[in-house]
């Protein structure tokens, strides 16, 4: 803990109350930081709890029926994980940025650009007019014939312009933290990697962390610093891109070895063995037990999922027998 | 919803300018459907005298008629002409304003209809304001309320309230604000607002009471579809207002399926409106259409229904229109 | 559906509770309709007792303003109203999926254009209107309200089927069995017609609690059956007159008429549930 940290989850528990079964748990045992001007990729499949822990952050839990059940969300100091609605209404549209999944419903229908951006510097304390604002923000994002597109509504741009649009409204209030959950999803890859550009060249220019979801490993290996892997609702393995070189739990090396655009021509694709457990259906002891292929017997034994295990801010790893992985493969 | 047919323009646009040619092609195309549709509510209305068993021209002059005087009637009513040559002044005199004349009091038909239709409107009006005031907020409470209970509760009773005879709640209403309360008048009418006001509400409220269920329970469907979209989470992060974020963010983008299913319930409407002013002895035009069919005044049914036909053609043009106009994600693909 | 079978059955099926429910009081309905005129000692229909007497024990649900028995005279009324409109609906029903499965099938461009436009014309007036006008041109009663009936719904059931045929006319069992070489009325009986009209049957439904309500107004409005028969719409009307002396002779009728509604719409409601069921399984 040597430097200051601009965010820290800490032993997140998130879940799904429901008024006649059990609490459905989605989110347990996530753990990871990011440091100032820090870019964090946060890596799993779908269902592993990546947008939730994303929506805890943003105070967007609550509208879909989801709660925080323990741990910290520590933005600044200040746990977001157990902000009051009245609380959230000072912190919402200043100092943390949003960019949404799908960029093509994104943006509201039935607003122009105009409106929007302005909705998004109601809080801002940047310098000019509204309309000045704007024009600077678009014009960062690489937007050009700028007073064109102000008057336009969503369904009038690309899916490429509309996420543009998107992040630009995110910087509006000038924020230390960008989330971005899938930016990129339902964008052609030419799209895809000019968004990623852009997204680098906003941390380089103005120093802003950002969190950017992601399915895609090779993307985040690309552009993002440090790397958290979800699975089943908990980080199990978070460490800077360079150490998972080497990786240190057995789902990242599945994650790896899945990875089309490495995998030697001729060979076979290794996918990962089985489904990742539904929500709901988590068996005791380690998460990943049942796919993994180091599997030793006392896997399964331990009630609770493994704790990360290392210093915060090194590689850290919640496999039990890490050993097993350091011999050749 | 599968009634809210027809053509969506499926392009990919880019440009306000091929958004444009977009509108205007759909706006002609709704527009020569609505032509030939009202067209051939004309030649319905037209044909529909002749469905009577019995020689009209007899009825309209009664048992004693002379045959002299059946001829002269017939001649004068252009009925010794072929059919064709028959509809072609009838369509020819719709253009000039001329529906014919009652056969028994002395009034045109464009007359009735000039003199009672307002009230009818009034009517309609009130009741589609009615109908609008309790569906948004029931919608929007429903569809925010996470008890499922409530949504259950709500699907059952507007299953049930549809089920229920409009003009049996006119009578109960009649009983209860009338005769019991004093609330509202049994009968009577004085024209003007707001002195009409006094008159309408009850049959306007009863009659909204076929309105409320449909329109709130497809306009909690669309909130719901909305409520689901992710730029109602960034709503919420931008911190959005409340009045602002209920009106951008969920009724504004829900509403286009609403305003045209409510353009299609006109016709819904006109036919309880008639039955509330036969109730209610308000002299809108469905009253005067009741005395028509008992009286056998064939010109009158003939005219009041093809301008209520017209009518209907008119509003599901103008809904559809609005309905495109409002949902600015139909053009995507 | 053998899946849901094998599976032990802790809940009901979907849509048991409105089918259920919707059944018992429709059997109920009719099962009063069938045995209270003739266990009840009163006439329904003929003038004597005491006039506007309030519900007691003797007479339960009081009498109307001739002394009749309103009791009596409601479940006088059931198979009036329930057959009136079975058979307003059955007729538009069979016709309109015939016509508009013949139109969605058809490859004459020309007859699809004219009988679309009349379906369209037709399907513009406001229901309600169109039969009072019909009924104007071809006089009043329950055979006028039938045909009235007929004549403007098989429009909006034939718009249906003409959709719904246009899509089961692609599928490819029809396709399989026009290789196969079966005959062109086998093919539109044994495959498209059954397609469609699961459609048509399910609007079918949904138009009954209209079309029941349809028959009762027109009654109310003294279009219906002549006196002295029971009919709820008409006894509701007569009711109305006297409304200031008694409530019972109207509020009865009226309740009467509700209870078929909602039955009819928990029956629609479970039976829509139900098909969602077996097609998401």
């Not at chain 2, 002299?283 to 009041?304: H, K, M, N």
């Not at chain 3, 007792?49 to 003797?58: D, K, M, V």
């Not at chain 3, 219906?224 to 009919?231: I, L, N, R, W």
Request: with cysteine; proline share 5%; net charge neutral.
């Amino acid at each position: 803990m040597n430097e200051k940290k601009l965010l820290e989850i800490i032993d997140l528990k998130i879940g799904i109350p429901h008024p006649r079964r059990e609490t459905l748990i989605i989110v347990d045992n996530a753990n990871f930081d990011i440091g100032y001007g820090e870019m964090l990729g946060i890596v799993g499949e779908s269902g592993s709890g990546k947008t939730m822990v994303c929506r805890s952050m943003i105070g967007t839990l609550e509208r879909r029926g989801a709660k925080v059940l323990g741990g910290q969300v520590l933005f600044e100091g200040q746990d977001l994980a157990h902000a009051s609605e009245s609380q959230w209404k000072k912190l919402r549209g200043k100092s943390i940025g949003y960019v949404p999944q799908s960029a093509l419903a994104g943006p509201n229908p039935v607003l122009t650009i105009q409106a929007q951006l302005a909705e998004a510097l109601q809080k801002s304390d940047g310098k000019g007019s509204i309309a000045e604002q704007s024009t600077r923000l678009l014009d960062l994002v690489k937007i050009r014939r700028i007073d064109t597109v102000l008057k336009q509504y969503p369904n009038q741009l690309s899916g490429g312009m509309r996420q543009r649009v998107m992040i630009a409204c995110a910087l509006a209030s000038e924020p230390k933290l960008l989330i971005a959950d899938e930016p990129t999803t339902g964008l052609d890859v030419t799209v895809q990697s000019q968004i990623m550009e852009l997204l680098k060249e906003i941390r380089r220019e103005f120093g802003t962390s950002i969190i950017l979801i992601s399915h895609d490993l090779a993307l985040i290996d690309d552009v993002c610093d440090r790397v958290a892997v979800m699975h089943a609702g908990a980080t199990v393995d978070v460490g800077s891109i360079a150490e998972h070189v080497i990786p240190r739990h057995p789902y990242t090396i599945a994650l790896t070895q899945s990875r089309i655009d490495i995998a030697e021509p001729g060979s076979e694709l290794v996918t990962i063995l089985g489904n990742a457990p539904s929500v709901g259906e988590w068996p005791t002891g380690c998460r990943f037990a049942e796919r993994c292929i180091f599997r030793q017997s006392d896997c399964s034994d331990g009630v609770s999922h493994p704790p990360l295990l290392g210093e915060r801010g090194s590689h850290q790893s919640a496999c039990l027998h890490t050993e097993l992985l350091e011999g050749p493969r | 919803m599968a009634e809210v047919s027809g053509p969506s323009a499926i392009v990919e646009v880019d440009t306000t300018d091929r958004n444009r040619a977009a509108l205007r092609r759909m706006f002609y195309g709704r527009f020569l459907r609505s032509l030939s549709v009202g067209f051939w509510v004309m030649v319905i209305a037209f044909l529909m005298i002749r469905l009577s068993p019995g020689d009209p021209v007899r009825i309209a002059l009664g048992s004693e008629a002379t045959e002299a005087s059946v001829a002269e009637m017939r001649h004068k009513l252009g009925l010794d002409q072929s059919v064709f040559s028959q509809f072609f002044h009838y369509f020819v005199n719709i253009f000039k304003g001329d529906l014919g004349y009652s056969y028994f009091s002395n009034r045109t038909v464009t007359s009735v209809v000039t003199t009672h239709l307002p009230v009818t409107l009034q009517i309609i009006a009130l009741s589609i304001f009615l109908g609008i005031l309790l569906a948004i907020p029931i919608a929007l409470f429903i569809a925010q309320s996470k008890n499922q209970l409530t949504t259950y509760l709500f699907r059952a009773f507007t299953s049930v309230s549809l089920a229920l005879p409009g003009f049996f709640l006119a009578v109960v209403g009649l009983y209860a604000f009338g005769i019991k309360l004093h609330w509202a008048p049994a009968a009577g009418y004085e024209p003007g607002f707001p002195g009409n006001l006094k008159y309408i509400w009850l049959p306007a409220l009863v009659n909204c009471g076929s309105l409320v269920p449909v329109l709130s329970r497809v306009l909690h469907s669309s909130l719901m579809d909305t409520l689901d979209e992710e730029f109602v989470e960034t709503g919420v992060i931008r911190g959005v207002k409340k009045i602002r974020f209920y009106w951008s963010y969920l009724l504004r983008p829900s509403l286009a399926p609403t305003v045209v299913l409510l353009s299609y319930m006109i016709g819904v409407m006109i036919g309880g409106t008639v039955i509330m002013e036969t109730i209610f002895s308000l002299p809108g035009i469905g009253r005067e259409l009741i005395t028509a069919v008992d009286s056998r005044d064939y010109p009158v049914v003939q005219g009041i229904v093809m301008v209520f036909g017209l009518i209907v053609v008119f509003f599901s043009f103008i809904g559809d229109l609005l309905g495109y106009l409002l949902d600015r994600r139909v053009t995507l693909s | 559906m053998t899946i849901v079978n094998a599976k032990p059955r802790k809940r009901m099926r979907e849509g048991s509770f409105g089918l259920y429910t919707g059944f018992s009081m429709i059997f109920a309905l009719i099962l009063g309709g069938a045995i209270i005129p003739w266990l009840s000692k009163y006439d329904p229909n003929s003038p004597g007792g005491t006039p506007i007497a309030a519900p007691s024990g003797a007479h339960w649900f009081g009498t109307d303003l001739l002394g009749r028995d309103v009791f009596t005279r409601v479940f006088d009324a059931v198979f009036i109203d329930l057959g009136t409109a079975i058979i307003g609906v059955s007729i538009p029903l069979v016709v309109g999926t015939i016509v508009g499965t013949l139109l969605g099938i058809s490859r004459n461009k020309r007859v699809n254009s004219v009988v679309g436009s009349i379906i369209d014309g037709i399907n513009a007036f406001p229901f309600l209107i169109f039969v009072i006008a019909m009924i104007a041109f071809i006089g009043p009663g329950i055979p006028s309200i039938i045909l009235a009936l007929s004549l403007v719904n098989w429009a909006r059931y034939a718009r249906v089927a003409r959709t719904r045929a246009v899509v089961v006319n692609q599928q490819g069992y029809v396709e399989a069995a026009r290789i196969l070489g079966f005959s062109k009325v086998r093919i539109l009986f044994k495959h498209i017609i059954p397609n469609v009209s699961s459609e048509t049957r399910a609007y079918a439904l949904s138009d009954f609690i209209i079309v029941i309500i349809a028959v009762a107004a027109l009654s109310f409005l003294g279009m219906g059956t002549p006196p002295p028969q029971a009919e709820w719409g008409a006894m509701i009307h007569d009711g109305t007159q006297i409304l200031a002396l008694a409530w019972w002779p109207t509020i009865f009728p009226g309740l009467a008429l509700c209870w078929a509604g909602v039955a009819i719409a928990f029956v629609a409601e479970g039976m829509q549930r139900r098909l969602r069921e077996t097609n998401t399984k």
